[in-house]
DNA sequence: GTTGTTTATCGTAGAGATACGATAAACGAA
DNA sequence: TTCGTTTATCGTATCTCTACGATAAACAAC
């Protein structure tokens, strides 16, 4: 199995990714916002964090790109929800610092 | 008390900057090997990433800046070990996401 | 069809990150 | 003092991030 042969480092590029993805203060509160209400519309993010309708979107592109969230498109909506198994992915490979 | 008000920001703003310090792979395998070693100099880290030595002395400054590592001179060399206070925190704030 | 609502993308400007080589600074040893 | 070793800083080029307004795309309702 050579792909785990550098496991290691492979999850340090991921640590690094997920770390990477939460280091910015409007990306924290999207997911803690996310959490708390297990999901919710990207207007209700809008309407919670002082940045302009595009920037936020842009925010939960990094957040999506990284997997830590999910986009439901609903009608002319899209409900966002974390990604549970990511999340805990993270907090797993941060315990094991 | 007015700052406990916003402690909620205050841990968004705390844990980005953390995260921010370990979204770089090198970063990370820098906390790494510092904690399998407990403490090491600086030439070792170089020697042990792909990276120039300039490089890495400044994903140390990161690192020193963020609060996760602490430099400690000794002769003409300078002694890095991991702040594990800090690291500590860092485990705490994201397993409380 | 048209209209209004919601979200994504484009374009862009400014700020920050990343890498390197070259150089400076600090110190022990000769 | 002079030399060698070790680390930090400077200067620089390139890239990425962050923010915004403007615009496009998708869809429900009418």
């Given at each position: 199995m050579p792909e785990s042969a550098h496991c290691g480092e492979n999850?340090?590029?991921?640590?690094?990714?997920?770390?990477?993805?939460?280091g910015h203060p409007a990306r924290v509160q999207i997911i803690r916002f996310l959490v708390s209400?297990?999901?919710c519309m990207c207007g209700d993010i809008v309407e919670h964090l002082?940045?302009?309708?595009?920037?936020?979107?842009?925010h939960l592109?990094?957040?999506?790109?990284?997997g830590l969230i999910r986009g439901v498109i609903n009608g002319p909506r899209v409900c966002y929800c974390v990604e549970p198994t990511a999340l805990?992915?993270?907090k797993h490979l941060v315990?094991?610092?």
């Open positions: 999850a340090d590029q991921e640590l690094a990714s997920l770390a990477k993805a939460l209400r297990n999901s002082p940045l302009a309708q595009s920037t936020v979107s842009q592109k990094t957040l999506k790109e990284a805990e992915r993270f315990a094991g610092l």
